[in-house]
């Protein structure tokens, strides 16, 4: 596997590179969170106790209007801070931390790239996320706190309602019949053909249009699989040039930060990362996260298209997270309007 991987820690080590990553279920299999697609220990598996008409009832849209009740049950097993991100996770986190990375798209639903501490402009989730609600009636937005409080109100039966109509209201995940995310295509368009190295990790390829992006890179991209089974386009039209790993995502990620020589940094990360998950912290707060992202995204933005040069300051980013990290630490321990308004003007996060 080590010499399979050279031209990748070959292109990585040189650094001026944009990487893009194009991730699946596959890279959170590690965290626990079963594989949708996967016969017997997948999700769709798993569901037969719902009494659902057949197992995708969970995520069609007309079904959900009828019977919002299985999605969820399920909803509140999967949702994000359950979970520890996994190594491939932190690996993707180191790459955004070397400015390396360029963008991330994923087809998972679980938000462990932002609980890794990806930064939201990074991250394009192809089919859509927790991280914002929606009524789907008048389509107002709901916060996650109100989410979060309605799927413990017994007397909703757990299920969110809007606070205008009184519709449903759900996270924003890309339902059957349901159109993708419009920034899902429209950095497609932008960018796929500047990519670098795209590493598809952890999906067998076969979900449309998603399936397709990693054949309309650029002839000059090294393309990268890391799955289980060689599939879609490296095995329907491969190029000589692409490097195939046929093993367990995170343990090729394990491989990557030691032939790269970040095996301090990574250590490090991982290890606050899960001490924070212990004292449940990770996770929470996706809401702060949300507005602080936002708030540096256009910075970030910016700060790509004007200089592909290191930044000036070389913890830049970790600084943003950790920032975040005790953002969301403060606001529980502290719940008062006070504390979240000093933190807002704190000086690290607002001056330039
Ligand atoms: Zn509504």
């Known amino acids: 596997m080590e010499e399979a991987l050279q031209p990748l820690v070959e292109r990585l080590k040189k650094g001026n590179v944009k990487i893009s990553l194009m991730t699946g279920a596959g890279i959170s299999t590690g965290a626990g969170i079963p594989d949708f697609r996967s016969p017997k220990t997948g999700l769709y598996h798993n569901l037969a106790r719902l009494n659902l008409p057949h197992p995708e009832a969970v995520f069609e849209i007309n079904y959900f209007r009828e019977n919002p009740h299985a999605f969820y049950t399920l909803a509140d097993e999967l949702y994000p801070g359950r979970f520890l991100p996994t190594k491939f996770h932190f690996l993707i986190r180191l790459l955004q931390d070397k400015k390396l990375l360029r963008r991330v798209y994923t087809q998972n639903i679980d938000a462990l790239e932002r609980l890794s501490g990806v930064l939201d402009d990074y991250i394009v989730e192809a089919h859509g996320s927790f991280a914002r609600n929606h009524c789907i009636d008048c389509h107002k937005p709901m916060s996650i706190a109100d989410l979060r409080k309605d799927m413990k109100d017994k007397s909703l039966k757990g299920i969110p309602t809007c606070r205008h109509c009184k519709g449903y209201v759900k996270p924003d995940i890309v339902f059957f019949g349901e159109s993708l ?34 054949s309309e890179v650029s002839k000059d991209c090294l393309r990268v699989l890391i ?43 991982v290890e606050e990362a899960t001490k924070k998950h212990k004292e449940n912290r990770l996770g929470l707060g996706l809401d702060e996260t949300q507005a602080l992202s936002e708030k540096l995204a256009k910075e970030i933005e910016q700060d790509i298209q004007t200089n592909t040069e290191p930044r000036d300051e070389e913890n830049d980013i970790s600084d943003i997270v950790e920032e975040i990290n005790e953002l969301v630490i403060s606001s ?10 000093n933190h807002d003007s704190e000086p690290e996060i607002t001056d330039e």
């Not at 491969?238 to 030691?258: G, Y």
């Open 181 to 214: 995310p419009r920034r899902f295509f429209d950095l497609w368009e932008e960018e796929i053909e500047e990519y670098d190295v795209a590493i598809v990790a952890g999906t067998s390829l076969t979900v449309f249009p998603f399936a397709m992006l990693p």
């Open 332 to 341: 529980e321990s502290k719940p008062s309007k006070d504390s979240e308004s």
């Open 227 to 269: 799955n289980k089974d060689k599939c879609g386009t490296f095995e329907t039209d491969p190029r000589d040039s692409d490097v195939v790993i046929q093993d367990e995502c995170d343990k090729v990620a394990e491989l990557l930060v030691d032939l790269l020589g970040w095996r301090d940094e990574f250590d490090q990360l």
